[in-house]
């Protein structure tokens, strides 16, 4: 398991940017698969982006594929996620979670991040 915490939320209008980071202590990220999940209100949680240890390897989801961008600090010390284009649809509270290459489940979860973008 690892201590995270995410930053970098905010109240924006549709069009602007936010920069999301996800710490972790020891500079631990280089141990796992770092993902971004979101879960509006109402609504269940919805994958967002991945990357892999190296961050050679990442993954989006369709709605937010050209918008969002999923980066990690080669030292291991963070993750970041920068948004850009945001809709209002992408409102949510954003959470970083670490998974151990080959298990089927996320092993931390952050308390998360509230992005609110109106129109």
């Known amino acids: 398991q690892v201590h995270l915490v995410e930053s970098g939320g905010g109240v924006v209008q549709a069009g602007d940017s936010l920069r999301l980071s996800c710490t972790a202590p020891?500079?631990?990220?280089?141990?796992?698969?770092v993902a971004w999940i979101r879960q509006a209100p109402g609504k269940e949680r919805e994958f967002v982006a991945v990357?892999?240890?190296?961050?050679?390897?990442?993954k989006y989801a369709d709605s937010v594929k050209g918008r969002f961008t999923i980066s990690r600090d080669i030292d291991g010390s963070a993750v970041h996620l920068q948004m850009n284009n945001l809709q209002p649809e992408d409102t949510a509270l954003y959470y970083c979670?670490?998974?151990?290459?080959?298990?089927?489940?996320?092993?931390?979860w952050g308390q998360g991040t509230q992005v609110t973008v109106s129109s």
């Open positions: 979670a670490t998974k151990v290459p080959g298990a089927s489940e996320y092993n931390s």
């Open positions: 020891a500079r631990t990220f280089g141990r796992y698969n």
């Open positions: 990357t892999d240890r190296t961050g050679r390897i990442t």
